[in-house]
């Protein structure tokens, strides 16, 4: 058994905390199903209780469901996760020259907060907890893009890319925290500086970056000497 019985009736984000654990710890594999009666057999929770949190595993990405309806651990290949990046430049530069032009001085301080949040996960060495911080900044600013629909467009695309990111990077520990965070301070500036081009200009490079960097962290391919970290 993955699991260990819990003594007590869970809510779903408690079981939702134990399978996002497994997944990361590598107790449930990339790709592997996961079957919803066997998971609250083996977690002592109702079926109703195991369904809620896999629906909330996966709005954070951690998890796929396929068109049968199985339910699997989220896993990407490097030709899905290219695909993904490819959208991803096109959409998340618009958004973030929208932002910078539309970015009121509260939203541009909470922007500055969470990225030293994200800082201070990169000094602890918490990947998971850097991840997240790394994700709810992007988030931010699709927000304050102003576009819904842009908003919907980059979630759905990018919540499973940084979810397996979290999953292979929180696993192997190699990753320089502390210099991806501070590649985001270039960014911040053209935000702040209410500077489209410059926004524009300055995520293409960090984006490039962190496609190099995700190539060699993530899937183990060979990053070029240009981007050496």
């Not at 899905?80 to 929208?98: N, P, S, T």
């Not at 985001?184 to 702040?192: C, G, S, V, Y």
Request: net charge negative.
């Amino acid at each position: 058994m993955v699991f260990e019985r819990l003594t007590t009736l869970s809510l779903r984000g408690r079981i939702a905390e134990k399978v996002r654990d497994a997944i990361l710890s590598g107790s449930l594999q990339e790709g592997q199903r996961l079957v919803e009666r066997k998971l609250a057999t083996e977690l002592g929770a109702s079926l109703t209780a195991v369904r809620e949190a896999l629906i909330e595993l996966e709005m954070e990405g951690f998890i796929t469901k396929h068109r049968n309806a199985a339910t699997y651990v989220t896993k990407l290949s490097l030709e899905e996760a290219e695909k993904l990046f490819a959208l991803r430049e096109v959409l998340e530069v618009f958004a973030f020259e929208q932002a910078a032009q539309l970015a009121e001085v509260e939203e541009l301080e909470h922007l500055e907060n969470l990225h030293r949040q994200m800082m201070e996960a990169a000094r602890a060495e918490d990947y998971k907890l850097f991840l997240q911080r790394d994700y709810a900044w992007h988030e931010a600013v699709w927000q304050i893009s102003g576009n819904e629909y842009l908003q919907f467009a980059l979630k759905r695309l990018l919540v499973p890319l940084f979810a397996f990111s979290v999953i292979r990077i929180a696993r192997h520990g190699t990753f320089d925290l502390i210099r991806d965070a501070e590649s985001h301070l270039p960014i911040l500036e053209a935000l702040k500086a209410h500077d489209p081009e410059q926004a524009r200009s300055s995520l293409s490079i960090g984006l490039k970056e962190w496609n190099w960097v995700n190539r060699a962290y993530v899937f183990g391919e060979g990053v070029p000497s240009s981007a050496a970290r």
